[in-house]
Structure formats: C-alpha cells, structure tokens
C-alpha cells in the first residue's frame, strides 16, 4: 500500500473507531470491541473504496491502486462481519422475546376506526 494512503487509511480508521466508541460510552455507558472493529475497518478502507469507484467511473485499469485485492478482501471481510452480526442480532432477538400468543398480545384502545353502533346526533 502506497505511505500517504495508508496514512490516510489509518487516520480515518481510528478517527472514526474513537468516536463511535466515545458516543457509545456516553450515549449508552457500554463497549463493544467487535463493533468498534468494523467500524475500525470499515473505516480504514473508504479512502481505499473512492479509488476503487473513481477507477470503475472513468474505466480505467491503469487507475486502480496497486494493492485493489487487498481492498477487496477487507470489503468482503466486513461484509461477512456485518452480516453475521445482523444474523445474530435478529436470532437473539427471536430467542429473547420468546412466543407471541393471542394472551400476551395487548389489545388496542383506538377506537376511531370501529365502525359506529348509534347514530350520530342531529344538529
């Protein structure tokens, strides 16, 4: 990888990294490592990412970066990472909320689409 893109690369990596981190801290008083990895590496790979679609924009093979497979390796690894936290995310929650039956399903109060019963006053 070229040194002023790497730079480039790492700064916004870990620029972004921390911030997330501090608003999560602050916002829910909680640290999660493996988020704060993707959006480390998420990060880290756009300046990489806007060549790769400048390079695809004008058509060019000669405007690729050196190292474009390793770009897209990083994409598919953050793919694979986000996907299987959505995954996992949306079995838990199955698992935590347990069945939904009629008895514990609340029964609504609005009534302003039932249908009338009496008719309305005279004017």
């Known amino acids: 990888m070229q040194p002023a893109l790497l730079a480039t690369s790492a700064g916004w990596g870990i620029l972004c990294a921390v911030a997330f981190s501090l608003v999560r801290a602050w916002r829910q008083r909680h640290f999660d490592a493996g988020r704060t990895a993707l959006v480390f590496l998420a990060s880290a790979s756009l300046p990489s990412y806007v060549k790769l679609l400048y390079a695809s924009y004008v058509g060019s093979v000669a405007a690729l970066p ?8 990083l994409a598919a ?7 299987l936290q959505q995954i996992i995310r949306d079995f838990w929650g199955c698992i935590a909320s ?23 006053p005279a004017a």
Not at 66 to 73: K, L, V
Not at 102 to 120: F, K, L, M, W
């Open 66 to 73: 050196p190292d474009w497979a390793t770009f897209s390796g």
């Open 77 to 83: 690894v953050v793919a694979l990472g986000l996907a």
């Open 98 to 120: 347990g069945p939904t039956t009629q008895a514990n399903v609340e029964p609504s109060t609005d009534n302003s689409a039932a249908p009338r019963t009496t008719a309305p």
